[in-house]
């Protein structure tokens, strides 16, 4: 005899309770490659910043102003598609929790929704994926300020 209970309501809601489990563990596995992205970025951005603002001021090396240069273009690239990488994870997360919300209607609590209308309200909230695109465009200007710099100093 087959197992009748899937075919119940309780049986429906035990099987979209699973589902809903299965995807906040998904949710979580991109929210830990966010992390290491981002660290994997600030890590190459941090070399970068050291090896330019050493070899700009000549005390512990000196770089040519070509290859001055071609580091800081080179970092305020790597700014750039790390800025462009946090946006795909913000469209990745925003569709992660637009489904979790639908999902979440089948049951008596909603936590990301309520949790989605009080961020909503003052103070204002901003997500990680935003404080992180700001952050690289910073490093994306001051990779650029920094040459500049060198060249007013002469």
């Given amino acids: 005899m087959g197992d009748e209970s899937s075919s119940t309501p309780a049986g429906d809601g035990d099987a979209a309770m699973k589902h809903y489990k299965l995807y ?62 946090m946006s795909s994870y913000s469209a990745l997360f925003h569709a992660k929790f637009a489904l979790l919300k639908k999902m979440e209607k089948k049951f008596p609590c909603q936590p990301f929704t309520d949790e989605g209308e009080l961020l909503s309200q003052p103070p204002r909230y901003i997500s990680m994926t935003t404080l992180d695109k700001r952050v690289a465009r910073v490093f994306l200007v001051l990779f650029l300020v920094l040459p500049l710099l060198k060249l007013a100093s002469h």
């Fill in 24 to 85: 906040l563990g998904d949710l979580q596995k991109i929210g830990d490659r966010h992390e290491h992205t981002r660290k994997y970025y600030l890590s190459l951005i941090t070399a970068l910043f050291t090896v330019l603002s050493l070899g700009g001021s000549g005390v512990v090396f000196s770089l040519k102003e070509g290859f001055i240069w071609l580091v800081a273009l080179f970092g305020a690239a790597l700014c750039e598609l790390w800025a462009q990488h």
